[in-house]
């Protein structure tokens, strides 16, 4: 099972060059997502695995943590470091952290 972060783990580890996948639906990302993710629906992270480091931990964000651990999950099950981050999207914009509407990097 992967392991649970923080999104203050999260937020020093974008500062550190972390890459974050953003596993939300298309509207939820738009409508603002953690700085720098890059954006794979659930539904599509397992054709879209090419996409995604193998040398580096995959830092996974959802809305509320249940879908970001589910894809965690995955992941590690194929040979990722991946772990999830607790509270998701919704933790972060609370906590009054900056929320980008960029596309998807």
């Given at each position: 099972m992967a392991n649970e972060v923080s999104i203050n783990e999260l937020e020093q580890a974008i500062k550190?060059?972390?890459?974050v996948l953003d596993?939300?639906?298309?509207?939820?990302f738009e409508n603002g997502h953690v700085?720098?993710?890059h954006h794979i629906p659930?539904?599509?992270?397992?054709?879209?695995?090419?996409e995604l480091?193998?040398?580096?931990?995959?830092?996974?964000?959802c809305q509320a943590g249940g879908r970001s651990m589910t894809a965690a999950n995955y992941l590690e099950s194929q040979k990722f470091s991946a772990v999830s981050v607790a509270g998701?999207?919704?933790s972060w914009v609370e906590?009054?952290?900056?929320?980008?509407?960029?596309p998807s990097t």
């Open positions: 550190d060059g972390a890459f596993v939300r639906e298309g509207w939820e700085p720098t993710a659930l539904g599509e992270v397992p054709d879209q695995l090419a480091p193998k040398d580096a931990q995959v830092w996974v964000i998701g999207t919704g906590a009054g952290k900056h929320v980008s509407t960029e």
